[in-house]
C-alpha cells in the first residue's frame, strides 16, 4: 500500500467516526428512503389492522385493502377531471387468475405461485377459511358479506387445492360486485389458526396486531394512535410490482398543521382537512389536489315522519323549499360538492343514483305549503348533527336555523358527541337532522333498500315506511337480479319520484372526498372505499 | 422519614379506592354507547348487540366493576377500543413522552422564571419588573394551543428553523432502545448522536410553548415571596451586618422564599400534565393526554380509567415528594407523619 493511499484510507476512517457527530445532513442513505417512501399524514389512524376484526374503523381499512388481496378487484376507468376512478362494472383477477359467473355459482381458479408474506402458497383452503370467517365473525363484516347474499361456510366449496367456488343464496347483482369490496380478504389460515385460542377460534386478536395476508404491503411497525409503518412485499404476483417501496403513515391531529407540513413538502399526501384550506390549495397551484364526488353518497337533511310537524308531507315539501341550498355550497363547501337541487322543471327522472331534486330555496312558495298544512305561524324544533364532522355541520345547521327562522320556525341546534351519534340515530327520534349516507356498492337500489325501506334499517333515520316505496325498491331488487332491465328502470325513475315527492329526507349535496398531494406524486385512484391504493402510487 | 413515606402511602390508599370507583361510574355516565360506536357506520342493531356482548357490556353494572377490579390487582387496565392494545402497555409507552416533554417545558421555564422573579422582586418598579409583568400576563393569557401554533407557523412554516411538527423523531430516524423512554438519554447511551439532535428540535417548540404557559405561576410566585422575605426582620439584620447584597439574597433571602415557590411548582407541574394534552395535539406528541382525550372522544372506558388512575398515582407521589422537599429546605416544617 501507498502512503498517499494509507493516508486517505485513514482520513475515510476517521470521517466515518465522526460522521454521527457531525450536523445532520441527509445522509445520501436517508435522501434515497425519502424519495421511495411516501410520507402520508391524516388525523387518525387504524385500531385494528383487520376488517373482520370487532369495531375495526375506517383507516383500518385502508391497511387492509393493501396488505390483503382479495379474490377480483375492479378495473379503473377515467372519473370526473381525469382522475382514474373504479369502474363498478369491470372486474379484474386479483388473487384469482380467472374465473367464470355460472347461472348459480362463481368459480375462481388462483394464481398457483402466490404466497402469504411468510412465504407459504396460498391455497383455496385459505380461501374458503377466510370467507368462512367473514360470514361467521358477526359484526360489520358478516353484515357487508350478507348485503351479496353471503350469508353460509356451505357457500363456499373447495374443489381443488388452487380452484374455489362460491354457491349463491339466491340471484343477487350484488353477489359478485360484494367479493370486491374489502371485507372478503384472503387471510393466511395456518398462521392464524396457529395463534388462535378456543375464546378467539378465527384468531382475530392475532391479526388485530400484523398482517397475515398476500397483499402489496405488509406491516412492519405499528404504534397505535402514532404511526403505521408498510413495506413493500417484494414477492407479490396478484398485480404489476408497485413503485412505492415503503409507506410512512403519520398521525397529525392539527389540520393546519398538516397543511403546513403539505405546503413545506415534509408530507407527501393528505386527506381530512377543511373545505376551505383545500380550496385555498387548489387556487394557489403548489399542490395537486383532487376532488371526487363521494360514489352513492348524499349529505340531507332528515325529518322524523312519525311525529307532528313532519308527518306531513306538506310541511316536509315546505321545509324543502326552505332550504338555504346555494349558501351552503358557497359558505360552508367552497363549492367542492356536487349540488343535489334545483334540477330543471322538465328534466326527467333518470335511472341512477345520486341525482338531483327539483326543488330550489323559495321561501314564498315554503310559507305557502306551511300556510296549507296549518302552520302559518311556524313551530318549535330541534336540529341535531354529529359534533365528529362539526366542520361542516355546524354551519350547515347554522345557515338552516337561520334560514327557517324566516317561516317562523324557531330551531335550536343540537351538537351531538360522535360517540353519541350512531345511538341518537338507532333511537330514531330526533325530529330534524343532517347526515351523509354513502354506500360501498354502487347502486340505487342499495342506496334506497337500506335509506327508504319500510324495514327500517338504522340507516332509514325518517322512520318512512310506504308499501309502495318497498313495492318499487324489492321489485327493482329482482329485476336487477333476472336481468329485466325494462322492469328495473321502472322501479327506479318509480321510487326516485315518490321519495322527492314525500320527501321525507332532502337531499342537499354530494359530499366530494378531498386529497391534497405534492406534485411529484401519481397514480392516485379513486376506491368506493374513498381511501388511498399505495400499489397504483408513484413518486417522482 | 420511612415510616413518613409509609403513612404517607397508607392515606393514599382510600383516595386511589375513591379515584377507581368514581372514574368507572363516571365513565359508565357517559352519554353514548361504544357498542354502536365501534359497530361501524353501517352496522344493523344485531350487530351492535353483538359487539356489546363481546365487550361485556350487556352485564350488570356490578359485575363489570367486581371483574373491572379484578383485572386491575393483576395490574390489567383492559384493553383499548379505539387503538387496539392494552392500555398498560400504552400509558406505560406513552408517559415517557409526556414526562419528558413536560419536564423540559418546566426546566425552561425555571430557568427563566426564578430569576426574572428574583430580579424583579430586588428592583421593584424598574423595567426588569415590568419586563416579568408583562411576560407573565402574555404567558398566561394566551392559551397553551394557540401559542403552540404560532410557534409552529414561524418558526417552522415561515422560518424553516424548526423540524416539522411530527412527533418526538424525524420521520426517517428509528427509535433508539429503551432504557429509560426518555428519547433525549435514550439516544445518548445508545450513542446515536444524529438520532439525539432531531430528539432535541422536536422538543424545542412544544417544550418552549409550556414554558410560556407556566412562567407566569412561578414567576409571580417568587417575586411575591422573595418582595416578602426581603421585608421581613432577618434580611435587615442580614443586610445590617454588612453582608454583601449577593449573599443576602441568594442564602438568606432565597432559600427562605423557596417554599411557596415549591408548592406553586407542584401545583404547575400537575398543570401542565393537563395543558400537555393540547400541546400534544398540536405538535403529534404521542404521549398519554392525546391518548386520554382520544378514548373520552370513542367512549372508550379503559384508557380513560387507566389515565385517570396513572394521575392519580403520580399526584400522590408527587405531593409526597413536595413534602420531602419541604422538609430538606426549611427543617421547621420537618413533618411528623
Same mark, same amino acid.
Request: net charge neutral.
Given at each position: 500500500?501507498?502512503?498517499?493511499?494509507?493516508?486517505?484510507?485513514?482520513?475515510?476512517?476517521?470521517?466515518?467516526?465522526?460522521?454521527?457527530?457531525?450536523?445532520?445532513?441527509?445522509?445520501?442513505?436517508?435522501?434515497?428512503?425519502?424519495?421511495?417512501?411516501?410520507?402520508?399524514?391524516?388525523?387518525?389512524?387504524?385500531?385494528?389492522?383487520?376488517?373482520?376484526?370487532?369495531?375495526?374503523?375506517?383507516?383500518?381499512?385502508?391497511?387492509?385493502?393493501?396488505?390483503?388481496?382479495?379474490?377480483?378487484?375492479?378495473?379503473?376507468?377515467?372519473?370526473?377531471?381525469?382522475?382514474?376512478?373504479?369502474?363498478?362494472?369491470?372486474?379484474?383477477?386479483?388473487?384469482?387468475?380467472?374465473?367464470?359467473?355460472?347461472?348459480?355459482?362463481?368459480?375462481?381458479?388462483?394464481?398457483?405461485?402466490?404466497?402469504?408474506?411468510?412465504?407459504?402458497?396460498?391455497?383455496?383452503?385459505?380461501?374458503?377459511?377466510?370467507?368462512?370467517?367473514?360470514?361467521?365473525?358477526?359484526?360489520?363484516?358478516?353484515?357487508?358479506?350478507?348485503?351479496?347474499?353471503?350469508?353460509?361456510?356451505?357457500?363456499? @366449496? @373447495?374443489?381443488?387445492?388452487?380452484?374455489?367456488?362460491?354457491?349463491?343464496?339466491?340471484?343477487?347483482?350484488?353477489?359478485?360486485?360484494?367479493?370486491?369490496?374489502?371485507?372478503?380478504?384472503?387471510?393466511?389460515?395456518?398462521?392464524?389458526?396457529?395463534?388462535?385460542?378456543?375464546?378467539?377460534?378465527?384468531?382475530?386478536?392475532?391479526?388485530?396486531?400484523?398482517?397475515?395476508?398476500?397483499?402489496?404491503?405488509?406491516?412492519?411497525?405499528?404504534?397505535?394512535?402514532?404511526?403505521?409503518?408498510?413495506?413493500?412485499?417484494?414477492?407479490?404476483?396478484?398485480?404489476?410490482?408497485?413503485?412505492?417501496?415503503?409507506?410512512?403513515?403519520?398521525? @397529525?391531529?392539527?389540520?393546519?398543521?398538516?397543511?403546513?407540513?403539505?405546503?413545506?413538502?415534509?408530507?407527501?399526501?393528505?386527506?381530512?382537512?377543511?373545505?376551505?384550506?383545500?380550496?385555498?390549495?387548489?387556487?394557489?397551484?403548489?399542490?395537486?389536489?383532487?376532488?371526487?364526488?363521494?360514489?352513492?353518497?348524499?349529505?340531507?337533511?332528515?325529518?322524523?315522519?312519525?311525529?307532528?310537524?313532519?308527518?306531513?308531507?306538506?310541511?316536509?315539501?315546505?321545509?324543502?323549499?326552505?332550504?338555504?341550498?346555494?349558501?351552503?355550497?358557497?359558505?360552508?363547501?367552497?363549492?367542492?360538492?356536487?349540488?343535489?337541487?334545483?334540477?330543471?322543471?322538465?328534466?326527467?327522472?333518470?335511472?341512477?343514483?345520486?341525482?338531483?331534486?327539483?326543488?330550489?330555496?323559495?321561501?314564498?312558495?315554503?310559507?305557502?305549503?306551511?300556510?296549507?298544512?296549518?302552520?302559518?305561524?311556524?313551530?318549535?324544533?330541534?336540529?341535531?348533527?354529529?359534533?365528529?364532522?362539526?366542520?361542516?355541520?355546524?354551519?350547515?345547521?347554522?345557515?338552516?336555523?337561520?334560514?327557517?327562522?324566516?317561516?317562523?320556525?324557531?330551531?335550536?341546534?343540537?351538537?351531538?358527541?360522535?360517540?353519541?351519534?350512531?345511538?341518537?340515530?338507532?333511537?330514531?327520534?330526533?325530529?330534524?337532522?343532517?347526515?351523509?349516507?354513502?354506500?360501498?356498492?354502487?347502486?340505487?337500489?342499495?342506496?334506497?333498500?337500506?335509506?327508504?325501506?319500510?324495514?327500517?334499517?338504522?340507516?332509514?333515520?325518517?322512520?318512512?315506511?310506504?308499501?309502495?316505496?318497498?313495492?318499487?325498491?324489492?321489485?327493482?331488487?329482482?329485476?336487477?337480479?333476472?336481468?329485466?332491465?325494462?322492469?328495473?328502470?321502472?322501479?327506479?325513475?318509480?321510487?326516485?319520484?315518490?321519495?322527492?315527492?314525500?320527501?321525507?329526507?332532502?337531499?342537499?349535496?354530494?359530499?366530494?372526498?378531498?386529497?391534497?398531494?405534492?406534485?411529484?406524486?401519481?397514480?392516485?385512484?379513486?376506491?368506493?372505499?374513498?381511501?388511498?391504493?399505495?400499489?397504483?402510487?408513484?413518486?417522482? | 422519614?420511612?415510616?413518613?413515606?409509609?403513612?404517607?402511602?397508607?392515606?393514599?390508599?382510600?383516595?386511589?379506592?375513591?379515584?377507581?370507583?368514581?372514574?368507572?361510574?363516571?365513565?359508565?355516565?357517559?352519554?353514548?354507547?361504544?357498542?354502536?360506536?365501534?359497530?361501524?357506520?353501517?352496522?344493523?342493531?344485531?350487530?351492535?348487540?353483538?359487539?356489546?356482548?363481546?365487550?361485556?357490556?350487556?352485564?350488570?353494572?356490578?359485575?363489570?366493576?367486581?371483574?373491572?377490579?379484578?383485572?386491575?390487582?393483576?395490574?390489567?387496565?383492559?384493553?383499548?377500543?379505539?387503538?387496539?392494545?392494552?392500555?398498560?402497555?400504552?400509558?406505560?409507552?406513552?408517559?415517557?413522552?409526556?414526562?419528558?416533554?413536560?419536564?423540559?417545558?418546566?426546566?425552561?421555564?425555571?430557568?427563566?422564571?426564578?430569576?426574572?422573579?428574583?430580579?424583579?422582586?430586588?428592583?421593584?418598579?424598574?423595567?426588569?419588573?415590568?419586563?416579568?409583568?408583562?411576560?407573565?400576563?402574555?404567558?398566561?393569557?394566551?392559551?397553551?394551543?394557540?401559542?403552540?401554533?404560532?410557534?409552529?407557523?414561524?418558526?417552522?412554516?415561515?422560518?424553516?428553523?424548526?423540524?416539522?411538527?411530527?412527533?418526538?423523531?424525524?420521520?426517517?430516524?428509528?427509535?433508539?432502545?429503551?432504557?429509560?423512554?426518555?428519547?433525549?438519554? *435514550?439516544?445518548?447511551?445508545?450513542?446515536?448522536?444524529?438520532?439525539?439532535?432531531?430528539?432535541?428540535?422536536?422538543?424545542?417548540?412544544?417544550?418552549?410553548?409550556?414554558?410560556?404557559?407556566?412562567?407566569?405561576?412561578?414567576?409571580?410566585?417568587?417575586?411575591?415571596?422573595?418582595?416578602?422575605?426581603?421585608?421581613?426582620?432577618?434580611?435587615?439584620?442580614?443586610?445590617?451586618?454588612?453582608?454583601?447584597?449577593?449573599?443576602?439574597?441568594?442564602?438568606?433571602?432565597?432559600?427562605?422564599?423557596?417554599?411557596?415557590?415549591?408548592?406553586?411548582?407542584?401545583?404547575?407541574?400537575?398543570?401542565?400534565?393537563?395543558?400537555?394534552?393540547?400541546?400534544?395535539?398540536?405538535?403529534?406528541?404521542?404521549?398519554?393526554?392525546?391518548?386520554?382525550?382520544?378514548?373520552?372522544?370513542?367512549? *372508550?372506558?379503559?384508557?380513560?380509567?387507566?389515565?385517570?388512575?396513572?394521575?392519580?398515582?403520580?399526584?400522590?407521589?408527587?405531593?409526597?415528594?413536595? *413534602?420531602?422537599?419541604?422538609?430538606?429546605?426549611?427543617?421547621?416544617?420537618?413533618?411528623?407523619?
Amino acid at each position: 500500500m501507498k502512503r498517499r493511499d494509507f493516508l486517505k484510507s485513514v482520513s475515510g476512517l476517521a470521517a466515518g467516526a465522526v460522521a454521527p457527530t457531525a450536523p445532520a445532513i441527509w445522509s445520501p442513505a436517508k435522501a434515497d428512503a425519502r424519495s421511495e417512501t411516501l410520507l402520508i399524514v391524516s388525523e387518525g389512524g387504524p385500531n385494528n389492522l383487520d376488517i373482520h376484526g370487532v369495531g375495526t374503523n375506517v383507516p383500518g381499512y385502508e391497511v387492509s385493502w393493501n396488505c390483503y388481496d382479495r379474490l377480483i378487484s375492479h378495473e379503473m376507468k377515467s372519473g370526473p377531471g381525469g382522475v382514474p376512478y373504479y369502474d363498478r362494472d369491470k372486474f379484474k383477477p386479483e388473487l384469482a387468475e380467472d374465473f367464470n359467473i355460472g347461472d348459480m355459482s362463481v368459480t375462481f381458479k388462483l394464481r398457483k405461485n402466490a404466497k402469504f408474506h411468510d412465504g407459504t402458497p396460498v391455497t383455496a383452503k385459505d380461501v374458503k377459511w377466510s370467507l368462512d370467517r367473514a360470514v361467521s365473525v358477526g359484526g360489520f363484516p358478516t353484515f357487508q358479506m350478507s348485503a351479496g347474499s353471503l350469508t353460509k361456510p356451505e357457500q363456499f @366449496v @373447495v374443489v381443488d387445492d388452487h380452484t374455489v367456488r362460491v354457491d349463491f343464496l339466491r340471484k343477487d347483482k350484488l353477489t359478485i360486485p360484494d367479493l370486491a369490496v374489502i371485507v372478503p380478504c384472503v387471510v393466511n389460515s395456518e398462521l392464524v389458526k396457529k395463534n388462535a385460542s378456543e375464546k378467539d377460534p378465527w384468531g382475530l386478536e392475532f391479526t388485530k396486531q400484523q398482517t397475515a395476508g398476500s397483499g402489496a404491503y405488509k406491516v412492519t411497525k405499528w404504534t397505535a394512535g402514532t404511526e403505521v409503518v408498510m413495506e413493500r412485499n417484494d414477492d407479490w404476483v396478484s398485480g404489476p410490482m408497485p413503485k412505492i417501496k415503503r409507506v410512512i403513515w403519520r398521525m @397529525v391531529p392539527q389540520a393546519g398543521n398538516r397543511r403546513a407540513l403539505l405546503e413545506r413538502g415534509d408530507a407527501d399526501i393528505s386527506y381530512e382537512l377543511p373545505f376551505k384550506d383545500f380550496q385555498e390549495m387548489k387556487t394557489n397551484g403548489k399542490l395537486n389536489v383532487v376532488s371526487l364526488p363521494f360514489s352513492n353518497g348524499i349529505q340531507y337533511i332528515g325529518m322524523n315522519v312519525t311525529k307532528p310537524p313532519f308527518d306531513n308531507p306538506r310541511v316536509r315539501q315546505a321545509m324543502a323549499y326552505a332550504m338555504p341550498y346555494q349558501k351552503i355550497m358557497d359558505a360552508v363547501l367552497f363549492g367542492l360538492a356536487n349540488p343535489m337541487f334545483g334540477a330543471a322543471k322538465d328534466r326527467p327522472t333518470e335511472v341512477a343514483w345520486p341525482q338531483p331534486t327539483k326543488y330550489f330555496t323559495d321561501m314564498e312558495k315554503a310559507k305557502a305549503l306551511l300556510a296549507e298544512a296549518g302552520y302559518a305561524n311556524g313551530f318549535e324544533t330541534t336540529i341535531s348533527f354529529d359534533l365528529n364532522f362539526a366542520g361542516v355541520n355546524e354551519p350547515l345547521c347554522v345557515l338552516v336555523q337561520e334560514s327557517l327562522a324566516q317561516l317562523g320556525i324557531k330551531t335550536t341546534i343540537n351538537k351531538v358527541p360522535g360517540a353519541n351519534w350512531r345511538t341518537e340515530l338507532t333511537k330514531k327520534e330526533m325530529p330534524l337532522f343532517t347526515n351523509v349516507f354513502s354506500g360501498w356498492l354502487d347502486y340505487p337500489e342499495y342506496f334506497f333498500y337500506w335509506c327508504y325501506h319500510g324495514n327500517n334499517s338504522i340507516f332509514n333515520t325518517m322512520s318512512y315506511k310506504s308499501p309502495e316505496m318497498d313495492k318499487l325498491i324489492d321489485g327493482a331488487r329482482i329485476a336487477a337480479a333476472n336481468g329485466d332491465t325494462a322492469a328495473y328502470d321502472a322501479d327506479v325513475k318509480g321510487f326516485v319520484d315518490l321519495a322527492f315527492a314525500d320527501i321525507p329526507r332532502i337531499p342537499l349535496y354530494q359530499p366530494f372526498v378531498n386529497v391534497a398531494m405534492q406534485k411529484n406524486i401519481s397514480g392516485y385512484q379513486y376506491w368506493f372505499h374513498r381511501r388511498l391504493d399505495y400499489r397504483a402510487m408513484a413518486k417522482g | 422519614m420511612l415510616t413518613m413515606i409509609g403513612k404517607r402511602l397508607l392515606f393514599a390508599i382510600p383516595s386511589l379506592i375513591g379515584v377507581v370507583i368514581v372514574t368507572f361510574l363516571l365513565t359508565r355516565a357517559l352519554p353514548g354507547d361504544p357498542a354502536a360506536y365501534f359497530a361501524g357506520p353501517a352496522a344493523t342493531k344485531e350487530a351492535v348487540d353483538q359487539i356489546r356482548k363481546k365487550l361485556g357490556f350487556d352485564k350488570p353494572l356490578i359485575e363489570q366493576f367486581v371483574r373491572y377490579t379484578g383485572d386491575l390487582a393483576h395490574g390489567d387496565l383492559g384493553t383499548s377500543l379505539t387503538t387496539g392494545q392494552p392500555v398498560a402497555a400504552e400509558l406505560r409507552n406513552r408517559l415517557p413522552a409526556s414526562a419528558e416533554l413536560t419536564l423540559l417545558g418546566l426546566v425552561v421555564s425555571i430557568v427563566i422564571a426564578i430569576p426574572l422573579g428574583v430580579l424583579a422582586a430586588t428592583r421593584p418598579g424598574s423595567w426588569i419588573d415590568h419586563l416579568c409583568r408583562v411576560t407573565t400576563t402574555a404567558g398566561v393569557s394566551l392559551p397553551v394551543f394557540f401559542t403552540g401554533l404560532v410557534l409552529v407557523y414561524l418558526f417552522y412554516f415561515r422560518l424553516g428553523w424548526a423540524p416539522a411538527p411530527l412527533g418526538r423523531l424525524d420521520v426517517f430516524y428509528s427509535a433508539p432502545p429503551t432504557v429509560t423512554g426518555f428519547y433525549l438519554i *435514550d439516544t445518548l447511551i445508545a450513542r446515536d448522536f444524529e438520532a439525539f439532535r432531531s430528539a432535541l428540535s422536536q422538543l424545542i417548540l412544544p417544550a418552549v410553548t409550556l414554558a410560556i404557559f407556566s412562567l407566569a405561576p412561578i414567576a409571580r410566585m417568587t417575586r411575591a415571596s422573595m418582595l416578602a422575605v426581603l421585608a421581613s426582620d432577618f434580611v435587615r439584620t442580614a443586610r445590617a451586618s454588612g453582608l454583601s447584597p449577593g449573599k443576602v439574597i441568594v442564602t438568606y433571602a432565597f432559600r427562605n422564599a423557596m417554599l411557596p415557590v415549591i408548592t406553586t411548582l407542584s401545583m404547575v407541574f400537575s398543570f401542565l400534565l393537563g395543558a400537555n394534552v393540547l400541546v400534544e395535539k398540536v405538535f403529534a406528541w404521542p404521549g398519554i393526554g392525546s391518548y386520554a382525550v382520544e378514548a373520552l372522544i370513542a367512549s *372508550d372506558f379503559a384508557p380513560v380509567q387507566g389515565f385517570v388512575l396513572t394521575m392519580a398515582v403520580m399526584y400522590v407521589l408527587l405531593n409526597l415528594l413536595i *413534602d420531602i422537599l419541604y422538609g430538606v429546605i426549611d427543617p421547621r416544617v420537618r413533618l411528623e407523619g
